[in-house]
């Protein structure tokens, strides 16, 4: 039974008080808020919305986006209670350890490292093509061999990729305070821009874009084979986009729209009054972001008929198609700001990650350093910060960003049980915010996370289950033999 040995409540908030791994307290709520409304607003606004509207849902797609708010809502309920329970760094992998057990802990922590390390790479890459193009249109063009991964349109390395991502790290380790300050000015610009984009947009709709607003059902090549919706597999059911089944499937794409309000989780720690300030920040942030994103899914596909809304930059190439190209160029603007601060906050979740884990010896315990002027777990956000840039701009990343979506909704799965478990198991524990309606609300949180999964591809699933038995190979291999909770209980 070692491998469900669980730490508990009162083990993991005594370690946050061990001198040399003590975080600061510097985040209230807002920071938290701003932190999570950071990191959503970003590729599901700036890239997402055309891309899902084309191939998937047409018009529609603003309901897919209403959904997977919903879906995100019930989990956020669940991590809200949790978060202000136990408010300790590593989120999802700090609820499992004190719930389900070391195993369970380390396979979760395995599965964020997935998420949040390759999230921020296929981020950062993203935000190199704007930055490409706004040095292109003030005629300051970057050669193909460094602005594109290896294979890909001539490229040899992705250096502003790269350049973005070491920039980053380096803020991160000067503290997280400078850090809040950074996201929040840059905030500030793209929820001002996303605002241009919704008022502007209003004036271009035209009425006829939204018909069909659900369009038929078809068959597509995108679609086909392993890249059909495991759901639509295992019932027979003929692939399609578009329709119903197109929705689901575009809401499990435009679900990475919201990946990141866990990652206010992640910042325990440093919040100065977690009981209050974590709630406020999960549950904050995603209802703005949500109001947000339907409603710029509805203005562009109403400014433009969805199937000639652009892949890669819809907002900015819908204004240059209405011959607006100064919109154009704001929205660019935005996007890179945008992007910047997504690149930050995920590689601040996973540094704190890898910071729980290894100073529960579950990883190498010289990981789980504090820095001793800045108070940051510097060594992990260091390495975390080298492999996401040699991942940013070596690889090209795009055909693994569903990944992220499965490693999430797993994630989402798991807290919601534990959320359960844990009210059965700690009754006593104070509970400075308590998810209603338990165990209804978590039992749906996990009928909507499997049902957004089953939408995913195959090819998706089949890449999730080799990364999981490399997990559980490493922590045979190591972690096991090296957890500190199991310690005690070794023989010399």
């Given amino acids: 039974m070692s491998l469900f040995r669980t730490k508990t409540v009162e083990e993991s908030v005594r370690d946050t008080e061990a001198p040399g791994h003590r975080l600061r307290r510097d985040l209230s709520a807002l920071d938290l808020t701003v932190f999570g409304v950071g990191v959503i607003i970003g590729t599901g606004i700036f890239v997402l919305t055309g891309q899902v509207a084309k191939e998937k849902a047409g018009p529609a797609v603003a309901i897919s986006f209403v959904l997977a708010a919903v879906v995100c809502g019930l989990a956020a309920l669940c991590y809200a209670e ?107 610009i793209k929820v001002a821009v996303v605002l241009l984009v919704i008022v502007a947009g209003l004036f271009f709709i035209r009425a006829e874009n939204y018909t069909p607003f659900i369009p038929p059902a078809e068959s597509t090549p995108a679609v086909e084979g392993a890249k059909a919706p495991l759901l639509q597999v295992l019932f027979g059911i003929t ?23 866990d990652i206010v989780a992640t910042a325990a720690e440093e919040a100065r009054r977690p009981q209050r300030d974590l709630p406020i920040g999960l549950i904050g942030s995603l209802a703005i972001t949500a109001v947000l994103y339907a409603a710029v899914s509805l203005v562009v596909v109403g400014m433009q008929n969805y199937t000639r809304l652009s892949e890669a930059a819809p907002l900015a190439d819908a204004f240059k198609a209405l011959g607006h190209p100064g919109f154009a160029t704001v929205i660019s603007i935005g996007a890179v700001a945008g992007l910047t601060t997504v690149v930050l906050i995920l590689l601040l979740g996973q540094s704190r990650v890898f910071f729980a884990m290894s100073r529960d010896g579950l990883l190498p315990a010289w990981l789980s350093a504090v820095h001793p002027r800045y108070g940051t777990p510097y060594r992990s956000t260091v390495l975390m910060g080298v492999i996401a840039a040699a ?59 499997l049902f957004v999964m089953l939408n995913l591809p195959v090819e ?11 997990g559980f190979a490493l922590y045979f291999v190591y972690g096991r033999r090296h957890s500190r909770l199991g310690a005690p209980r070794r023989t010399p």
């Fill in 82 to 188: 949790f978060a202000s329970t136990v408010p300790v760094a590593g989120s999802a992998y700090t609820f499992s350890y004190a719930t389900l057990g070391e195993l369970p802990a380390w396979i979760i922590g395995w599965d964020l490292i997935l998420e949040l390390a390759l999230a921020a790479a296929v981020v950062a890459v993203g935000w190199s093509g704007y930055a490409a193009s706004l040095l292109d249109s003030v005629g300051l063009p970057l050669p193909a061999a460094i602005a594109n991964p290896p294979g890909q349109d001539g490229g040899v390395v992705n250096v502003p990729a790269v350049l973005l991502v070491l920039g980053v790290t380096a803020v991160l380790v000067l503290g997280v305070k400078l850090t809040s300050r950074v996201n929040a000015v840059v905030v500030t």
């Fill in 239 to 261: 692939p399609v986009s578009y329709g119903w089944f197109g929705i689901f499937a575009a809401v499990s794409i435009v679900f990475f729209a919201y990946i990141g309000f």
């Fill in 391 to 449: 991942l940013a701009g070596f690889i090209p990343l795009a055909a693994l960003a569903e990944l992220v979506n499965i490693g999430t909704l797993f994630a989402f799965v798991v807290v919601s049980v534990a959320v359960v478990i844990l009210r059965r198991t700690r009754p006593d524990l104070p509970r400075a915010f308590r998810a209603p309606l338990v165990p209804l609300v978590p039992v749906l949180s996990v009928l909507a996370c």
């Fill in 460 to 470: 998706t699933w089949l890449r999730f289950i080799a990364w999981m038995i490399i």
